[in-house]
């Protein structure tokens, strides 16, 4: 059985391969994923493919500079803390490894098969996998060993999205039909290389751009936070820890010790004894760096144990950080605490996760380098289905245009409020929505495919993942 420890060439070298399987996953996404923006202004021939891929990959690009951050931590929350930042400091490859093994192989699977899927879907599916190998790794009840709260917030998501797609692109359809009387707005791309009238065309080009860019700032964040995953296990002591928030720690002591009194009040669900014990290191570290010749005790419990790299000690303090960080979140989802203390949860909170949530301004372009050049290669498949197999007639600007409408104003507005969702299955669901809205309909067999594939993608990615991280953890 593989041995990972820190440092090791074993281990560094299994970290390089996580940091080259993000690069891929994210530009595999892109070319995954690039069909819902430029589906309709290649078969429409408003843009040749090759314009067409590249202004999408521009668009990507800036998608992901503009975007927060949000998004990539409500993924990296899914993870249980000790799976982010083992309490020996040992890289966590295993978890990298099942991860992006797993949702890159789901991804060109059903990319191979011309099915436009969610890479949202197979990202969040791997790490709900990893949360529950983590469990039963640890002999966990699941109920502690996943942040079933966390879950239920991104799956929400994910599954309503995709109504609002289908039902807002039906609507927004037929509005057009009611306000807009252009007969070019409504006729199928006619034979040969003629391009739409033009303001039909400029239009679609407007909606493909909007699309590229939402894509951009959700899908985008979603890299970075994996990324960010990697970066910390290659270089712990650059990046465990914000260089410019880590004057967060040592916290006051007066918030130390309302942090843990707060966890060791209020652990009536299901908190385990590693937030308390991480809430207590904390609480030492403060009082230490207040009185260093009173509070010998403490002194001790916050100083390096022989042996230890600076390194080392940051991945610790990363991990108590989301350690302390998950079990307030706890306390303040518990419906029998007082209000007055979860206000004081939230701001302890708020103290604490600009320590561990960020990413430097490099993670940010190689995230968004990988999307966007990924978005200039692999879309024929997709392009195809989405054109011509989800309808029972070929895809219209109108319909196009209102799919793609929709689908960049749900995207954007779920990006800014740190909700993961699927550009994929917004935009198909807008076509299918639209599809229905102008009353030409869908064919069955096709839509069944991909609500098939849609349906399997969670179960497939959780039991490949939570097996994967089982097997290369024992």
Sequence with gaps: MLHFTPDSPLSIAMLALCGVLVCVFEFVNGFHDTANAVATVIYTRSLRPAVAVVLSGIMNFLGVLAGGLSVAYALVELLPPDALSPPDGAPAVPMLLAMFGTALTWNLFTWRAGIPNSSSHCVIGAIVGVAIGDSFLHGRHLGDGVDWQQVTKVLEALAFSPVLGLVGAGLLYQVLRAVVKDSALYQPPPEGD???????????????????????????????????????????????????????????????????????????????????????????????????????????????????????????????????????????????????????????????????????????????????????????????????????????????????????????????????????????????????????????????????????????????AAVLFYVLSL
């Design 194 to 464: 003629a391009p739409p009238s033009g303001w039909v065309r400029w239009l679609l080009v407007g909606t493909c751009s909007a699309v590229s860019f939402s894509h951009g700032s959700n899908d985008g964040q979603k890299s970075i936070g994996l990324i960010m995953l990697t970066v910390v296990g290659l270089w712990p002591a650059l990046y465990a820890l914000n260089p410019h928030e880590a004057h967060r720690l040592p916290l006051a002591p007066a918030h130390a010790v309302q942090m843990q009194q707060i966890l060791e009040q209020y652990d009536h669900d299901g908190l385990r004894a590693d937030a308390l014990a991480a809430a207590a290191r904390l609480r030492a570290q403060s009082e230490a760096a207040e009185n260093p010749v009173a509070s010998q005790a403490a002194q001790g419990a916050a100083a390096p144990q022989a042996g230890q790299t600076d390194a080392a000690l940051a991945v610790v303090q990363r991990g108590d950080v989301f350690q302390v960080v998950a079990g307030l979140k706890k306390v303040m989802h518990q419906a029998a605490v007082p209000a007055p203390v979860k206000a004081t949860a939230k701001a302890l909170q708020a103290e604490l996760k600009p320590v561990v949530e960020f990413a430097p301004w490099w993670v940010r372009l190689l995230s968004a380098a990988c999307l966007s050049l990924g978005t200039m290669i692999g879309y024929q498949r997709i392009v195809r289905t989405l054109g011509e197999k989800i309808g029972r007639t070929h895809l219209t600007p109108a319909q196009g245009a209102s799919a793609e409408l929709v689908g960049a104003g749900l995207i954007l507005t779920a990006g800014y409020t740190g909700l993961p969702v699927s550009t994929t299955h917004i935009v198909t669901a807008g076509i299918a929505g639209s599809m229905m809205g102008s009353g030409s309909g869908v064919q069955r067999g096709m839509v069944g495919r991909i609500v098939l594939a849609w349906l399997a993608t969670l179960p497939v990615t959780i039991i490949l």
